[in-house]
């Protein structure tokens, strides 16, 4: 069963990057079939192309045919007027209440009274006060504004066959239900214990959140920085609805069904239906539906008294999982449920036996632990660029700690049901949380960002356990040693910048928002972070600290925010945390919303020195110098926290950089007034994403760059650049690289050359 959803894996791969073949794939089919019936030595191989053949048709039709019809459709539509989009419910609303957010199954899309089909995944952004409709598998239709499928933020993240594509939806009233199907009756259950958990007078962040994410599958109703705490803490297992907490509850009700001696085919009815009422209040959460098939089909096996082993099991669970969806297999986390799920049924055996000095209660659950750990380590540094040493010795300590909050989660959420006072188990399970986030916060600085590994790494650790399993004596020592060593050595490996006698500027693409790197050799200087309007924090996380580490930077020198807005600031909170950096600096402007304050804060809280730069300060890096042309000064009516901006010259061996944040026209007149005949530059960043308010001609003319940097995002709604910053680059014949038509791009900067990069689109 194992080899089979193997191959049937392999078909969906191959049918969903497919363009045709289709024939090919019956007539395999056929001729699979017809070697099963002659039956012989070489069944086996006829199954496997069976399954092979299987997958590939269900890959493409499920997955490639429904991806050229999305396609076809967006060529069809205008993103700048309001769609209405018809599909099924992936999940629940989830996040804080002023920002909502799911995944749908967009079925059809409909504008200006034209309807096309439109079988893609979108993930909608919920806003406004009203309530918004839809539990999963509910049939809804949405009005929504729409756009294509993001870039890909880091290297880590591989192409699928379809894209998310991504929608706003402005108010629930945009919003309806069109049909009910049965599964989704059972969903209201998991709404309805929201509902009533939300509804009960319990602390949000240390009772509600944690139960939500823990019991019933939401975690997304977890603050993101204390989930991201927790997880480095090596504490992720214990709040979030996983496998593990599927395993648990059937290890409680097991243990209860043994203690009140119940027959075992009855316990194991019992144990079916406990599952299935397990999955049912976490919602359908995929990591739970994967590990219950798996324990299903080994006690629907033992009733029937057929010999299935865990292997089989594993193998039959990925395969129902697969036929149901084949874009799971795009999907991270079906790859590390199974990658765990096949290392405790393989690994847990040698691991118990090397672990005999350990009492024999301890034993197994340390193994258990340990050899999840083992199978789901690369791949977390993989997808999550992170390694957490206390996770190591979490794990198995967490068990008690996992199944404590279960109990006490439980008994919060059955109160809340009833409508009965929750109050005592509610504060027993917010003091045991909050130990828990006090010992992840200790804990997380065991934690460390790791660069970006290659994928054939990964899977080479992954293979390196799998001979560990099969093998024994020298073999065994000799691969597990290797899966140490190459697990350490990606772990803890540096990447170094350009060659010292050059240094490189990029444009990191961020989306509406700014973000420059400069590099030499093992320096590194950040100047801005991007970050959403809304100015949350978690921005960094998800897309700027990805882009540092495949780059290599661990470290930085400095950490520049040039005024206080959050399309450049709030990456830079998860840089300050989660980075060495050896200075925080900003510029001598009104400090606008506080950002600039928020940050210092962060700084200083890290230890990291604060500086304010003033015009004329100047600041040595990587053999050069930055000279601040501008910083705060007078205020202008018109824009005033744009033209406070700071604007720096870097000069290092004859060549120019000149940086200038959003700086508009006043602020570049007041840099002129103060030198009239600048030097000419190599590198000028455009100011203030190409808006009609910077980037005056005589500006640009007066530093005459050889090349110009653009940070935008892909059809802003403030249409930046403005026609007429476009046309005064182009009137003077200077090239200019934007980030919303390349994605990533700078210059490589030599003694002789000016060599354009590029990771982004060509």
Known sequence: MLAGAAMFAAGVFAGGWSVAGGFLAVAAAGLALA?????????????????LSAGFAAGRLEVAIPAGKAATAWTRIDPDRPVRIVGRMRGFWTGPPERRSVRLRAETIAQAGTTAPFPADVAVLGFGSAPLPGVRGERVALTVSIDVPADPVSTRDLPTPRGVYRATLKSGWQARVLATPPLSEAAKVNEFLARRLFAARLARETVQEPVAALLLGRAGELDRELAARVRQGGFAHVLLAS?????????????????????????????????????????????????????GFLLAARLAELPVSLFQAIGASALVILVADPGELWRFGFW???AASLAIAALTAPIASALSFLPGRLRMPVAVTFAAQLAAAPLVLWRFNAVSAAAW?????????????????????????????AAVPGALFGALFRAVSAAASVLKGAAFPAVTPPLGAVLLLLALLAVVARTAGRRRAVAAAGYVAIFLFLALRGVRGPDPSSFSLEALDVGQGDAFLLRSADSAFLIDG?????????????????????????????VLLSHPHPDHGAGLFA????????????????????LFAR???????????????????????????????????????????NNESVVLLYVRGGRRVLLTGDAGTPAESEILEADPSPARVDILKVGHHGSRTSSGAGFVAAFAPRAALLSCGRRNRFHHPSPETVATFRRLRIPLFRTDLRSDVGFLVTPGHLLLRERGRP
Do not use: N
Not at 538 to 552: E, W
Not at 617 to 630: C, K, N, P, Q
């Open 599 to 641: 940050l210092d804060a962060e700084a200083s809280g890290a230890g990291i020195p604060v500086r304010v730069l003033k015009t004329g300060d100047r600041l040595a890096w990587a053999g050069g110098e930055f000279s601040v042309l501008r910083s705060g000064g007078r205020p202008f009516k018109r824009d005033p926290i």
């Open 530 to 558: 991007g970050g959403g309007f809304s100015g949350a924090e978690d921005f960094g996380r998800a897309r700027l600290l990805p882009k540092l580490l495949d780059r290599g930077v661990r470290s930085l020198d400095g």
């Open 336 to 338: 590390i449920t199974y």
């Open 243 to 295: 496998g593990l907490q599927t395993g648990l509850f059937a290890g409680f009700l097991a243990g209860l069904l043994g203690a009140l001696r119940v027959p075992r085919r009855r316990r194991d009815v019992f144990l079916l239906g406990g599952i299935a009422f397990f999955v049912l209040v976490a919602g359908g959460s995929p990591s739970v539906a994967r590990v219950a098939l798996t324990l």
């Open 35 to 51: 070697g099963i019936a002659v039956g012989g030595r070489r069944s086996p191989l006829f199954a496997g192309l069976l399954a």
């Open 393 to 421: 010795v979490v794990a198995p300590a967490g068990l008690p700690v996992a199944a404590a909050l279960m109990l006490l989660g439980f008994a919060v959420l059955g109160a809340a049901a009833a409508g009965l006072p």
């Open 575 to 594: 840089v300050l945390r989660d980075l060495r950096v050896r200075a925080f600096l900003h510029g001598d402007g009104e400090d606008e919303g506080g």
